[in-house]
């Protein structure tokens, strides 16, 4: 039984470029959640997407901005990349029969030049 | 505003011993308190949580309590091994659907 998986694991961008980051939800999952993990840092929530909608979101600019589709798949979209978006970027999936627990992937290591 | 805080950034226990980690919280709402264990160049892994109704609970070789009073969780993990040493997370939230983690305590177990 396949876990969380994101794409991809490492990227390099550069200032103003665009990026896109994907997810895959555990089987039987319903529920994605993006955070931002600076390094030395602790996971900051984006946002949370269920049944293809943005249900909740941190205190994130609208340069990040996301879409699940119908397989509960997910995507992470930054517009315009700052220096400061470098981080580690993590999907979560939570929903079925594992209730309220979030299951995170290994995420995907963003660096901004 | 709301925020997790660790008191301690780095913990050393010697293999065997039991080890504490702990944690201060603040936003008085939060129903739901999980702890988080992150080794290098992995996501988090899910430890045990805890709901604000409780001020205990067991897992295998790990407890969470968890003082509503003082704002104030901590975990604990019974003959701690050397598979043990990674970055802990408390996290915090009205529901595990928006936690807000703490900066994290790095663990070194010590042969």
């Known amino acids: 039984d396949a876990g969380v998986t994101q794409s991809p694991t490492h990227l390099i961008k550069t200032r103003g470029q665009q990026v896109t980051l994907r997810c895959s939800p555990k089987s039987g999952h319903d529920t994605v959640s993006w955070y931002q993990q600076a390094l030395g840092q602790g996971p900051q929530f984006i946002f949370q997407y269920y049944e293809e909608e943005e249900r909740q979101r941190g205190n994130f600019p609208d340069r990040f901005s996301g879409h699940q589709f119908p397989n509960y798949s997910s995507e992470l979209n930054v517009n315009a990349l700052l220096l400061g978006d470098s981080a580690l970027y993590l999907c979560?999936?939570?929903?079925?029969?594992?209730?309220?627990?979030?299951?995170f992937g290994e995420g995907s290591r963003l660096t901004v030049l | 505003g709301e925020s997790v805080g660790l008191h301690l950034p780095t913990l050393s226990v010697q293999e065997g011993d039991n080890s504490i980690i702990n944690c201060a919280y603040s936003?008085?709402?939060?129903?739901?308190f999980i702890w988080y264990k992150q080794e290098s160049g992995k996501g988090p892994q899910f430890i045990i949580d805890?709901?604000?109704?409780?001020d205990k609970r067991q897992g295998q070789r790990v407890t969470v309590l968890l003082n509503k009073t003082v704002k104030h969780l901590s975990l604990q993990i019974a003959a701690t091994q050397p598979g043990d040493s990674a970055v802990y997370f408390c996290?915090?939230?009205?529901?595990?659907?928006?936690?807000?983690f703490g900066s994290g305590t790095q663990l070194t177990v010590l042969p």
């Open positions: 996290a915090e939230g009205r529901s595990a659907r928006q936690l807000t």
């Open positions: 979560a999936s939570s929903g079925g029969q594992g209730g309220r627990e979030l299951f």
């Open positions: 805890i709901r604000s109704n409780m």
């Open positions: 936003n008085s709402a939060s129903d739901y």
